[in-house]
Every structure is written in C-alpha cells, then in structure tokens.
C-alpha cells in the first residue's frame, strides 16, 4: 500500500493528483475524486487521447464539481463509475484505481 494523503485534505466535492510508483518501478499519474463521502481513484489518463485530464494540477471537476473533465476536449466522467457521459470517448471509461482508508489516510494499492 502507498499512502497519499488524510482523507480531509481532499474536499467533499474535490479532487487530487497524485504520482505513485508501481512495483515494477514505472511511475503512474493517479486521481483521487471525493463527492458525497465517497472516494474513488482513477488512472489520470483520458481514454480518448491518452493524455492527462487536469487542467491545473489535481482539479479534475468541472466547475460544477460535478464530473471530472477532460481538460483538453471536455469529455465528461460520471465521478461514481468513471464512464464517459459527454464527448469523444462516449461509453469509454477510465481506469479504476483500488483504494483503501486506514487511520484517516488515502492508500492506494500498488500494482
């Protein structure tokens, strides 16, 4: 497990980039999202273009913080599932990232 920061650092509804290193030593671009009480993580990588999907580092909402958006084409992900609800990549989704909350901190398994 590699911790990546207290649950209340993130706000409800909020985002987080993060970089992590994976077993095999290669890095990997991680988001963590909170909306509801709830936190999800993704791959922070747009499955239309492949490239990053903040706009600044670590947003990833739209400015109703309502979805993550595709800051280069504005594709819209259901914050929840990850699928693609607007854009090129309609039906597409991103990447689940497995997270685990333990003593008030964000982990994420490394694969």
């Known amino acids: 497990m590699t911790p ?8 409800d509804p ?3 980039g993060f970089v992590i290193e994976t077993t095999d030593g290669r890095k990997r671009a991680i988001m963590v999202v909170q909306a509801n009480g709830h936190l999800r ?3 922070n ?6 490239h990053p999907l903040d706009f600044t ?3 990833f909402l739209d400015m109703t913080r309502t979805f993550v958006l595709c800051a280069s084409h504005g594709a819209l992900f259901s ?3 990850g699928r693609c609800l607007a854009g090129p990549c ?7 990232v497995a997270l ?4 008030g901190m964000i982990m994420v398994e490394t694969t």
């Open 57 to 59: 580092p670590g947003r």
């Open 45 to 50: 990588h747009c499955p239309h273009r492949g």
């Open 4 to 11: 990546l920061c207290p649950v209340e650092s993130i706000e």
């Open 41 to 43: 993580g993704y791959v």
């Open 100 to 103: 685990v909350v333990a003593g």
């Open 14 to 16: 909020g985002s987080a």
């Open 90 to 96: 309609l039906g597409d989704g991103l990447d689940p």
């Open 79 to 81: 914050v929840e599932t």
